[in-house]
Nanobody, 120 residues
Framework: VQLQASGGGEVQPGGSLRLSCAAS????????MAWYRQAPGKQRDLVAS???????NYADSVKGRFTISRDNAKNTVYLQMNSLNPEDTAVYYC???????????????WGQGTQVTVSS
């Protein structure tokens, strides 16, 4: 199982970016998908998460600006980021809790990270 993230880049304050993360491999079911971010010298923090059949959950710092969505048919999670500011600069990691095919318990997987830089 692999998670492949894409969509990072550099944008000016007030701009927008859309991140994507696709899970591939032998997957039986996906319980949750999420985005975390880690700024230099700081810990990795949850940005947003979405579970199957549940409501999205957001960090207070991104509420009203970021939207997480999921395409179950494609095993893909998206993060639409609007009104970006320099404090959003970080490496963004996608995360999935899923059951690999042939297994009975869930496991957590991480994507490789994608850099988001907000700068004028």
């Amino acid at each position: 199982v692999q998670l492949q993230a894409s969509g990072g880049g550099e944008v000016q304050p007030g701009g927008s970016l859309r991140l994507s993360c696709a899970a591939s491999g032998s997957i039986s079911s996906i319980y949750s998908m999420a985005w975390y971010r880690q700024a230099p010298g700081k810990q990795r923090d949850l940005v947003a998460s979405i579970i199957s059949g549940g409501r999205p959950n957001y960090a207070d710092s991104v509420k009203g600006r970021f939207t997480i969505s999921r395409d179950n048919a494609k095993n893909t999670v998206y993060l639409q980021m609007n009104s970006l500011n320099p404090e959003d600069t970080a490496v963004y990691y996608c995360n999935a809790v899923l059951i690999p095919r042939g297994n009975f318990s869930s496991r957590m997987y991480w994507g490789q990270g994608t850099q988001v830089t907000v700068s004028s």
